[in-house]
Antibody, heavy 123, light 112 residues
Framework: QLQVQESGPGLVKPSETLSLTCTVSGGSIRSSTYYWGWIRQSPGKGLEWIGSIYYSGSTYYNPSLKSRVIMSVDTSKNQFSLKLSSVTAADTAVYYC???????????????WGQGTLVTVSS | DVVMTQTSLSLSVTPGQPASISCKSSQSLLHGDGKTYLYWYLQRPGQPPQLLISDISNRFSGVPDRFSGSGSGTDFTLKISRVEAEDVGIYYCMQSIQLPYTFGQGTKLEIK
């Protein structure tokens, strides 16, 4: 059974960089049929797709966050990561890592989600 | 952005009765490849969302057959034939025809 698990600081100061890692177990991140993504959920904005990355490093980002987002993948550790720079209180949310299916040309549904980790932006 | 609108924010249903949840998109989700990029999720209290339905009507592995999806173009519906207590939570639709992928605001299902 595939599992994805988020890890990282729960508190980040304004203007700093939020960094999260997702560890994949029960399956290989080096799959041709999946991208690996990040979604966040806040009371004010609901569910927001942040972006997804392929094991080769190819990425799709939400245009509204693209200038502040960097995703990376470490196939040797079966992990992928999210960095969100210049954070403000509006970035406070539960961050989920997840697996997103792909045809190779198009991204489809998100079929496995982590439990989520709350990240609070506050001084 | 493609705006996903769920017209009902909440509904209260008696166990054993049917339920219907609507989702409308601001543009057609039918791609030129013939596929419609519309999905349904259920988020139970304290849990992450879980996939219920893909491509309008395909139930994900392990999803009970009391859940069904229908629709086309810009109008979609999730139906539960007989609501059970475990169906409580928030239902979201999502599209992936165009970046950024977007979700509806959710419809909360409660049991009477």
């Amino acid at each position: 059974q595939l599992q994805v698990q988020e890890s990282g600081p729960g508190l980040v100061k304004p203007s700093e960089t939020l960094s999260l890692t997702c560890t994949v177990s029960g399956g290989s991140i080096r799959s041709s049929t999946y991208y690996w993504g990040w979604i966040r959920q806040s009371p004010g904005k609901g569910l927001e797709w942040i972006g997804s990355i392929y094991y080769s490093g190819s990425t799709y980002y939400n245009p509204s966050l693209k200038s502040r987002v960097i995703m990376s993948v470490d196939t040797s550790k079966n992990q992928f990561s999210l960095k969100l720079s210049s954070v403000t209180a509006a970035d406070t949310a539960v961050y989920y890592c997840a697996r997103q299916r792909t045809s190779g040309v198009h991204l489809w549904d998100i079929d496995y989600w982590g439990q989520g980790t709350l990240v609070t932006v506050s001084s | 952005d493609v705006v996903m609108t769920q017209t009902s924010l909440s509904l209260s249903v008696t166990p054993g009765q049917p339920a219907s949840i609507s989702c409308k998109s601001s543009q057609s989700l039918l791609h030129g490849d013939g596929k419609t990029y519309l999905y349904w999720y259920l988020q139970r209290p304290g849990q992450p969302p879980q996939l219920l339905i893909s491509d309008i009507s395909n139930r994900f592995s392990g999803v009970p057959d009391r859940f069904s999806g229908s629709g086309s173009g810009t109008d979609f519906t999730l139906k539960i034939s007989r609501v059970e207590a475990e169906d409580v939570g928030i239902y979201y639709c999502m599209q992936s025809i165009q970046l950024p992928y977007t979700f509806g605001q959710g419809t909360k299902l409660e049991i009477k």
